[in-house]
């Protein structure tokens, strides 16, 4: 499925490079991981390699994928947007569920709905956190995809909602 050197999702976390293959001894029998290098984090981690699908451990997206996400952007949003506080929990723990299963299109949905409650009002601390956490997440996506840089793949997200 993946290989040594591919560029890869890791849910919640960004893009990173399989840098190396380890074979570590747990519960007494030799299981291989696939060691993950973050592109814009000083992180490694390690993720079995038979429970790597389990734990959405995915490829880059199609520029045809990229192209659907970014159409995702433009759609009206699909919530009720309310000031309570209760509806923010909700809210938040379906962006979390979303955020973990790192599928492009629900991570884009989120950003969607964050940029255009941000039109009504302003963004409680929690979701202004959310809102740079998938701006980051689909910018380092998006920039590798596109071969384009990072800065200018935001500029290109926020013109969006201009």
Known sequence: ?????DNVVYPGHGVARIS?????????SVT?????????????ILIPMSSSGAVGLRS????????GAIKILSEPIRINIDN??????????????KLRSGN???IC?????LKLIAVKKELSFGEKNLLQKTENLLAEEIAIVN????????????????
């Open 1 to 5: 499925m993946f290989a040594l050197n």
């Open 20 to 28: 190396c293959v380890v074979e570590k001894v747990v519960g007494g």
């Open 32 to 44: 291989k991981f696939f060691e993950l290098s973050f592109f814009n984090k000083d992180m490694t």
């Open 60 to 67: 880059l997206s199609s520029r045809e994928r990229v192209a």
């Open 84 to 97: 309570s506080a209760s509806n923010w929990n909700k809210r938040n723990k379906e962006y979390q569920c």
């Open 104 to 106: 492009l299109y629900d």
């Open 109 to 113: 949905q989120i950003y969607r709905d």
């Open 147 to 162: 071969d384009m840089g990072e800065d200018k793949t935001i500029e290109r997200l926020r013109s969006i909602f201009s």
